[in-house]
Structure formats: C-alpha cells, structure tokens
C-alpha cells in the first residue's frame, strides 16, 4: 500500500518545512480579482505569456522592503469526465444554422441566435510535427485525440444581443477565422475585443452582444496542442500524445490519458490532469482559487517544486525533500538585492524532469493513476 506524505510550505523568511501526515483539510476560497484583471479581452486582462515572479526581494537601501507576492498567470466549472466522444463526421465545410434556446444570464440581451459550424482537415503525418492552435475568448474548448490523420472541427455558435440589429452586427464583428500551412492549424475568433492598444475603449458591454463559440474537435493522436479560452467555458483535452499548452480564466482544466509534457494554468477553476506516460520534460500547472491533481504512472521519477499559500500538499509516491536554494545576489548598482526561491522542492524516486506546482488557494494531490 503507498504512503500518503504532507509538504507544508513555511514562509517565514525562506524555512520550509516537510513532514507526514494523514488527512486532507478543506480550506476555503479566496477571491484573487488581480490576478484576473490582466489580459486585454472581454472582461479580464491576462498576460499569458508571463513567467509567474515567485521571488521575495530584500532591498539593502536605507528603505528596506519585502515583498511576499506570488504572480501566477491568468480565473468555477465542473467537468464531466465521462462526457463521450464527439461523433466523426464525413469530411466536409458545410454550416448548419439552428436557432435554439440558449443561456441568457444578461438580461439586457434578449435576443439570441446559434448556429452550428462543421469543418474537415487533412493533416497527414509529414516530417514536422503536426500542431493545433485554438485561441478562443468565449466559450469552451474539447480536444480529443483519435487515430485519424484529421482534424474534425464542430463550433455551437450561439449570440446574445440586445436586438436583432445587435445580432446582424456580431455577425459581422465576431469571426472564426482558419489557417492552415503544411502541418499547422489555427483557429482563432477575431473581433473587436482583440484590441492592441493599451487602453481600448471597446469592450464587450458596449458592443451590446456577446459571441460565445464551443469547440469540439477531434485531432491525430501524435499533435501539439496550444488551446486557450476566457470565459464561460472549460477547457478538456484527452488522448494526446504530444505536448500541450492549455489556458483557461474563468474556469477549468481537465486533461486525461496524455503522454506528452507541457503547461497547464488558469486563475479561477481547478487543474486535473492525468498521465498515460509520465512526462519526459519540464511540466508546469498553476491556478490561483482551485486544487490541482495529477496522476501519474506507477514508474514516475520526478522533481517537483510546489507551492500552496492556503492548502496542502498530497503525495501518493514516497518522496524525498531536496535542499533549500540558497539565496541569489544580485547588484543593481548602490542596490543589493536577494532572491529566495519560495518553492518546497521534493524528488520521487531517483528524479528526473522537473515538474511547477503552484496555486493560492486549494490542495495540491499528487496521486499514482490506476487507469
């Protein structure tokens, strides 16, 4: 029977802390509206490209300060883990409208209109690795691997308007725009939130509509993925075999029977992933109001970093805590700055890739998958 471990981070100055224990403990939510302010679309800022800051810089100056900040990038909804597959359809570019009932949760916008999109393409194994890039801001996104050479695409396209003048026009603003060059697919809904500026004036309310697209899309096992959406949806992918980079805000992340490596954030939601086979790079999974669970096979060989500011940390593999990092001078000319890594670092079994765990507020579990 496995052995159950608990890390408690201590950050007071750079102690840390590990030592077992038995149970785990709920620890309730806290709201991180900063962290959700930074990303240019509608609603929320984030800068998804950002490397999280997770130093504690001592200034040396007459002034001394000490920041205890943790910067993760980029925001509740349940998965439904056994959600089956999205049919295959015949190769084909047709588009369906149906108008159907759907969510209002503004009651400004009393109008609504859906339409559904179907789209087939061929992406035959080549020399270069096939990749699939989704870049959506409302709605959910599911990926599933299958053993096609094709990428099947399925969009619910549903609009939410003031009027029926307010829907004719988010025809027009919100589209789906589609590349695909040699091994490469993107998919990417354009409109008027995709604002450059600084400080754009447009945002969703004052349009007087909201686009919400739902992708579902079934792709060749052997793809990298890069997928990322805002708000009202969750983002799930299963049974992929290469890398993955997957984004969320305002909800979750589930990814199941993978045996690639790669990062998975959001900001308000939990991050579920589990492994087919372990991941033989770097891994990064980071949220701020959620736990995060990861399951691993029985023959994982890993050194882990986490942090946890109001949770616990689970293991169901032996581990072994590995040495504080000392702190790092740095010289800024009359400043001297030091930087002490906050990370409880562990190693399971005999090491190996190094695998980021980090959130806020929840547990973090990291479990052996029975699959």
Not at 35 to 40: D, L, S
Not at 139 to 163: F, M, N, P
Not at 176 to 205: M, W
Request: aromatic share 6%; proline share 4%; net charge negative.
């Amino acid at each position: 029977m496995n052995t159950t471990y608990f890390l408690s981070v201590l950050v007071s100055g750079v102690a840390l802390l590990l030592f077992p224990a038995q149970a785990a403990r709920n620890v309730p939510e806290k709201q991180a509206d900063r962290f959700a302010q930074q990303e240019k679309l509608p609603a929320v800022h984030v800068d998804q490209d950002r490397e999280p800051d997770a130093d504690m810089d001592i200034d040396m100056d007459v002034e001394s300060d000490m920041n205890m900040d943790i910067d993760i990038e980029e925001p509740q909804v349940d998965v439904d883990a056994d959600r089956d597959e999205p049919e295959t359809e015949a190769d084909s570019d047709q588009e369906d409208v149906d108008h159907q009932e759907i969510d209002n949760d503004e009651p400004s916008l009393t109008e609504h209109e859906q339409e559904k999109i179907e789209k087939a393409f061929a992406m035959p194994a080549g020399t270069g690795r096939r990749t699939l890039e989704i870049d959506n801001v409302w709605g959910s996104i599911e990926v599933v691997g299958t053993a096609s050479d094709k990428v099947q695409l399925t969009v619910s396209k549903g609009i939410r308007a003031e009027s029926k003048e307010k829907i004719a026009q988010a025809r027009k603003d919100v589209t789906l725009d589609i590349t695909q060059q040699a091994d490469a697919l993107k998919l990417y809904v354009n409109g008027p939130f995709r604002c450059d500026c600084h400080d754009c004036s447009r945002s969703r309310e004052s349009e007087g509509y909201i686009v919400k697209m739902d992708f579902q899309v079934q792709v060749p096992r052997d793809i990298d993925i890069k997928v990322r959406t805002v708000n009202e949806g969750r983002v799930s992918v299963r049974d992929i075999n290469g890398s993955f980079l997957v984004r969320n805000v305002n909800g979750d992340i589930q990814i199941r029977n993978i045996a690639g490596s790669g990062t998975a954030r959001t900001v308000n939601g939990p991050v579920k992933v589990s492994f087919r086979q372990n991941p033989r790079e770097a891994s990064d999974f980071q949220t701020v109001n959620g736990s995060i669970e990861l399951a691993f096979a029985r023959d994982l060989s890993a050194d882990f970093r986490f942090k946890t500011f109001n949770g616990g940390i689970y293991s169901d593999f032996p581990v072994t805590a590995l040495p504080v990092q000392g702190m790092q001078e740095e010289h800024h000319g009359s400043k001297v700055i030091f930087r002490a890594d906050r990370y409880t670092g562990a190693r399971i079994n005999a090491g190996g890739p190094q695998i980021k765990v980090e959130n806020l507020n929840g547990d973090i579990r990291i479990l052996e998958n029975h699959e």
